[in-house]
């Protein structure tokens, strides 16, 4: 369904599971967790099937960010992480959700941490995976370089220098391929909506080059659960780490999973989804 969250603006939604369950003489409200999908420049493809694993502890909501995948094109000009941050409150007013649980996967995670400032008391629970707080190159280049050489180090930095039609493509053929420990499945990429233009409006102009959402982390009030895997080189482990020092005391919880790159629930995903599982019903 396309739901419009403000004047003009329609996303596309899609809903897994019920969110009121019969329980003995009464009905049992289920948490709901939102899905803020990858990219920028992608779709909410990337979290189906493997997500339906939590749909009997929880209420799925998929979206696609505005402008992105299925949801409505929109301005360039309104492609920013607080509005973004902001579009999570309006999809949750929209389909009158209070309290969800927010995970934010890699762009999905800057989103997140944008959210996570701008409205400290609107989730119950935040799971960051496989993000970062800045661009952090000098890591990125670091891991392209351990994974694939320095050939993949020289095309990571061509592309994160001068992020062009040119330097993407052949970053999508060396660097994409050393994201995940294990091979992406081939319809994965056949199913999934891509808009390159966000790609590269926000790894060229917009706010991924200089962003740096440390300081707003302070600002979280809900428990945050930190994934991360040992051998990503987008988003190394150094830059979750980071992210679990920036919040409150006593909110943060790092998981690190040593084999996996660039999201942990593709790579060891019954280590992944055990450890969600537990978060989310704890």
Same mark, same amino acid.
């Given at each position: 369904?396309?739901?419009?969250? $403000?004047?003009?603006?329609?996303?596309?939604? +899609?809903?897994?599971?019920?969110?009121?369950?019969?329980?003995?003489?009464?009905?049992?409200?289920?948490?709901?967790?939102?899905?803020?999908?990858?990219?920028?420049?992608? +779709?909410?493809?990337?979290?189906?099937?493997?997500?339906?694993?939590?749909?009997?502890?929880?209420?799925?909501?998929?979206?696609? @960010?505005?402008?992105?995948?299925?949801?409505?094109?929109?301005?360039?000009?309104?492609?920013?992480?607080?509005?973004?941050?902001?579009?999570?409150?309006?999809?949750?007013?929209?389909?009158?959700?209070?309290?969800?649980?927010?995970?934010?996967?890699?762009?999905?995670?800057?989103?997140?941490?944008?959210?996570?400032?701008? @409205?400290?008391?609107?989730? $119950?629970?935040?799971?960051?995976?496989?993000?970062?707080?800045?661009?952090?190159? $000098?890591?990125?280049?670091?891991?392209? /370089?351990?994974?694939?050489?320095?050939?993949?180090?020289?095309?990571?930095?061509?592309?994160?220098?001068?992020?062009?039609?040119?330097?993407?493509?052949?970053?999508?053929?060396?660097?994409?391929?050393?994201?995940?420990?294990?091979?992406?499945?081939?319809? /994965?990429?056949?199913?999934?909506?891509?808009?390159?233009?966000?790609?590269?409006? $926000?790894?060229?102009?917009? /706010?991924?080059?200089?962003?740096?959402?440390?300081?707003?982390?302070?600002?979280?009030?809900?428990?945050?659960?930190?994934?991360?895997?040992?051998? +990503?080189?987008?988003?190394?482990?150094?830059?979750?780490?980071?992210?679990?020092?920036?919040?409150?005391?006593?909110?943060?919880?790092?998981?690190?999973?040593?084999?996996?790159?660039?999201?942990?629930?593709?790579?060891?995903?019954?280590?992944?989804?055990?450890?969600?599982?537990?978060?989310?019903?704890?």
């Amino acid at each position: 369904m396309r739901i419009e969250i $403000a004047p003009g603006v329609r996303l596309f939604v +899609d809903i897994e599971g019920p969110g009121l369950v019969p329980d003995g003489p009464a009905m049992r409200e289920r948490p709901t967790l939102i899905l803020l999908h990858g990219g920028p420049g992608y +779709d909410h493809s990337g979290f189906k099937p493997a997500f339906s694993r939590l749909a009997d502890v929880a209420q799925i909501v998929y979206f696609d @960010h505005r402008g992105h995948g299925r949801s409505d094109r929109r301005p360039a000009d309104e492609w920013t992480l607080d509005t973004f941050a902001d579009d999570v409150v309006r999809l949750s007013d929209a389909l009158g959700i209070t309290r969800p649980i927010v995970l934010g996967q890699s762009f999905g995670g800057f989103v997140a941490q944008r959210y996570i400032a701008r @409205h400290p008391g609107h989730a $119950a629970k935040v799971i960051l995976s496989s993000t970062s707080p800045h661009l952090g190159l $000098a890591r990125k280049l670091a891991m392209f /370089e351990r994974l694939g050489g320095a050939a993949a180090r020289a095309v990571a930095e061509a592309f994160w220098r001068q992020p062009t039609e040119a330097t993407w493509a052949p970053y999508r053929q060396v660097c994409l391929p050393l994201y995940n420990t294990t091979p992406a499945r081939s319809d /994965e990429a056949t199913r999934r909506i891509v808009f390159n233009e966000a790609i590269l409006f $926000a790894s060229a102009g917009g /706010e991924q080059q200089t962003m740096d959402l440390l300081p707003g982390l302070a600002r979280a009030q809900c428990p945050v659960l930190v994934m991360a895997g040992a051998q +990503d080189p987008v988003c190394p482990l150094a830059d979750s780490q980071d992210i679990a020092a920036a919040l409150p005391p006593g909110l943060g919880e790092l998981a690190v999973f040593d084999g996996s790159g660039h999201g942990a629930w593709r790579d060891e995903p019954d280590a992944a989804f055990a450890t969600l599982r537990r978060f989310i019903l704890a």
